[in-house]
């Protein structure tokens, strides 16, 4: 009877052990910190989306964006209406979760990446008559250069 107590035990254990890697979990996830304006609502459903692939997110509304555009060296022709910070990363405009997960992986050598403008089938700009649209990477040594490609499904 005690070799039961004991195994139970030890399967208490490492089941707790499990538990509290579980638990853990969202604070190992990558925190993005997102500049919106007040009634901005694709923003917010981009923020949804990076919510939905793991991401921390927390928004910040202001009224004017363009002095933390241009601190950040977010080109002027890559703007969009949102920008993010994650690790040392910008993020400006739609940008899939899946290319922000591939930047942190990859860690080039850019200031960020951005989706200009706010292009239909975008995350955040979902819709009907999606367009194809292009992630580009700024602030690296090659300057601005596609980094991924997007086509509708």
Known sequence: MQLWA????AGLG???LGAGTALAEPSQRPAVEVFKSPT????TKWVDHLSAHGFQVETRDLQNLDELKASNGVPRPLRSCHTALVD???IEGHVPAADVQRLLRERP???GLAVPGMPIGSPGMEGPNPEPYQVWSFGGAEGVVVFSSHAPR
């Open 88 to 90: 040392g990363y910008v």
């Open 40 to 43: 901005c609502g694709c923003c």
């Open 109 to 111: 050598r850019v200031a």
């Open 6 to 9: 004991i195994l139970g035990a």
């Open 14 to 16: 490492l089941w707790m």
